[in-house]
């Protein structure tokens, strides 16, 4: 009875991976065909040429081309001079922890940004400002020539500005 039991489930067994390689050798000829027909297309399409303008640099940035969105939130200063918080600030790190946000005000510091630290009283999170200004533009330049002065930094690219309302 035994062998019997054995016998059929080794059967069942055999079933199921021939199956299997059948399905695995029907994919791979699928595949397989595709990836020849892809060789054929590739070779017999001609490349074109696409001329690349050169871009002018300059040294002045132009009022239209800088970003001006924002986000606007309602924060008090936590870290800092006082009077130093004003309407529109460029923030560069955000924290759930004050000693993290201090830590980095203290590195901006050390490079002669006067950087803040801010609350959002509603949400817990601290802002690290690198610089706060009452313009708008003011500001937005602010935050393109920070993220300019930091190009390897992938955080400090994430820069945005903050409307304290």
């Not at 759930?96 to 490079?111: C, R």
């Amino acid at each position: 009875m035994k062998k019997i039991i054995v016998f059929g489930l080794a059967i069942v067994a055999l079933t199921i991976t021939s199956c299997k390689s059948s399905k695995e050798s029907a994919y791979k000829a699928a595949y397989d065909q595709a990836k020849q027909q892809e060789l054929v297309q590739g070779q017999s399409q001609t490349t074109d040429l696409i001329e690349i303008a050169p871009v002018a640099s300059s040294s002045t940035m132009s009022s239209q081309a800088v970003d001006t969105s924002y986000r606007e939130e309602k924060v008090v200063l936590a870290s800092g001079a006082e009077g130093s918080l004003k309407a529109f600030s460029v923030v560069c790190g955000s924290f759930a922890s004050k000693t993290n946000a201090e830590a980095l005000q203290g590195n901006l510091v050390s490079e002669g940004y006067s950087a803040i630290v801010v609350q959002n009283p509603t949400t817990g999170m601290y802002r690290v400002v690198c610089a706060s200004y009452d313009d708008k533009q003011q500001a937005a330049e602010a935050r393109a020539k920070f993220k300019a002065e930091h190009p390897g930094n992938a955080d400090f690219q994430k820069a945005w500005l903050l409307y304290n309302k």
